[in-house]
Every structure is written in C-alpha cells, then in structure tokens.
C-alpha cells in the first residue's frame, strides 16, 4: 500500500467515537448529523485500515473489540485537542497591536476625550495610532460602511440597522463669560436674552440652541459666529460677549482662561453622547478594546 492509500481521514476517528460512546450506528448517526449508511460506510473504512474487526454486535448494541478498548483513551484525548485548538481564541495583547483608529470628534469631544484617550493608548498599546476627523453627521454610516472611520462619537444621529449604537453619557449647557463680567454674580433668563453672544458654527448656520429657541418664540443676539469653540471660549474670556457650552469643556477651559461658568438660565434637556460603528467590526477584539478606551476618556471627561 503506497503512502496515499495509508492516510487515515482523521474525521473516521470521530466516527469512532461516537459509535464507542453511544453503543450504535443509529446513535452516532444521529450526534453527528449524519446518515446510518455513511457512518456505517465510514466504519468499514476504518476497519480496513487498521484491520480490525473494531465492534463486535450483541443484541441492539455494538461492544468494542480489545483494540478499540486500548486505543480510545488515546483517539478521545486527541480529538478533545483538536477541538480545542480550532475553537480556541489567541489572547488579545493590545500592546502587539501595530493599528491605525480613525475616529470621528467633534471639537470639544476632541478636546475633552483625545488627551485621556491618547495616554491610556501610549500606555497600553504604543504602537498604536489615532487619527482624529471631523464628520458631518450626512457622512457619519457611509465612512463607518467604507471602513474610513472605525468609531464616531456625537449627538443622536440617524444610521441604519448595521451601525451599532452606545449611549456614553448625558452633557448639560453652561455658560461662559469673562471673570469680572457684570453677570458673573447672577444670570436671570431675561439678562442671558437680552445679552449678546459669540456661537460656534462651521459651516455658518444657526446653532441647535437658537433653532430650538427660535422654534419658541425667543431670540438672543448674536454678534459673533466662530469656527472653534476655543476661539470663541478665547472671546469670551476678554469682552462682555457670552458663550454657551457644554459644561465639561466649560470646566476644562476654566483652568486655561479667566473665564466665570454658570448654569443656563433656560431648562433644556440633557444632550446624549453616542458612539457609533459598523456591525463588522462589533466582535473585533482589537476594536472592542480601542471602544472601551474611547468610552473610558469621555466618560471621565464628563464626569469631571
């Protein structure tokens, strides 16, 4: 016999098994989601190759030979290998990671979340690098579908069934004003009204407070549009005009400018925080990592 003919198919052995163990072809046929004629056409293939008999019949069940007996212990422990093996999950090390995350921030997530994020990353994985956009919230499922972005945080977004969802925490609105200014004592709702103030807006349009605002009848002067928060923050910080902004980054800015903070005089709700990313990548251990980093920066950001 050439050493083709010598291969013994090693799923033979778990033929062997299950008719060892359940005392039947019937049996076996059954665990191992097969036909009676296939085991017992796979039996005969064994017997051939190792010459032996394997199972002799008495009654309604097949009792093993004497090499059957001898071998099994050998063949289970073996299979239980095999099986182990290919189910087995290699442990996840971030610090082998050699990885490049891009990660949708709007400006003051960027500001409040990337310095905890990137330390804990250059802790634990230094390989590792961040890229950091900006995303309009039109592009937000197709970039995350291309793979261009792998994780986005923002406000409720619209996105289909294959963007995954996590609530991260809620933002409240302060405001912001110079230490000094004549309303760093106290703000009434009709002197935040009747005040004038610096928004942040890109791309030019109302902001969502003077829509939701403006949806009520009520009005606040705006004499300045800014592109960044800090810009605006910085203006703020050195005229009469005032900012409102989410309070975590308020209370971050205050270490860095001459700035008072103080609770907006009109009840909103609280503003949600998301992150957001494609289903393909939900049960990724390297993504799932850098996700629960992401989630630990802004949730201490936050909370400060």
Not at 243 to 266: E, G, Q
């Amino acid at each position: 016999m050439d050493r083709t003919e010598s291969r013994i198919d090693l799923n033979l052995f778990r033929v062997l098994d299950a008719i060892y163990t359940y005392g039947g072809v019937s049996a076996a046929a059954r665990v191992l989601h097969l036909t009676q004629p296939a085991v017992t056409h796979a039996l005969k293939r064994l017997r051939d190759h190792l010459g032996d008999p394997l199972f002799v019949r008495q009654g309604n069940r097949l009792l093993p030979t004497e090499k059957v007996r001898t071998m099994m212990p050998s063949v289970q422990a073996h299979l239980e290998g095999l099986h182990a093996s290919a189910h087995a999950q290699p442990r996840f090390d971030p610090a082998r990671l050699e990885l490049e995350f891009t990660i949708g921030f709007r400006d003051i997530l960027e500001s409040i979340a990337l310095p905890a994020l990137f330390k804990q990353i250059e802790r634990e994985a230094p390989h590792v690098r961040v890229v950091s956009h900006r995303i309009a919230a039109v592009d937000v499922e197709r970039e995350l579908r291309a793979g261009t972005l792998n994780l986005v945080v923002d406000r409720p977004l619209r996105a289909g069934a294959q963007i995954v969802r996590q609530h991260l925490a809620d933002e409240t609105l302060v405001v912001v004003m110079r230490v000094g200014h004549p309303l760093s004592s106290q703000l009434k709702r009709s002197d935040y009204l009747a005040a004038q103030h610096v928004t942040v807006s890109p791309l030019g349009e109302a902001s969502a407070l003077d829509m939701l605002l403006n949806q009520s009848g009520t009005f606040r002067e705006v004499r300045l549009v800014c592109q960044h928060y800090f810009s605006a923050c910085q203006i703020a910080s050195s005229t009469d005009l005032l900012m409102t902004v989410p309070r975590s980054y308020a209370i971050h800015l205050s270490t860095l400018l001459p700035i008072a903070v103080l609770p907006l005089p009109i009840k909103l709700k609280a503003i949600p925080i998301l992150a957001y990313w494609h289903a393909s990548t939900n049960d990724d251990p390297a993504h799932a990592w850098f996700r629960q980093c992401v989630v630990d920066a802004i949730g201490s950001g936050i909370a400060a």
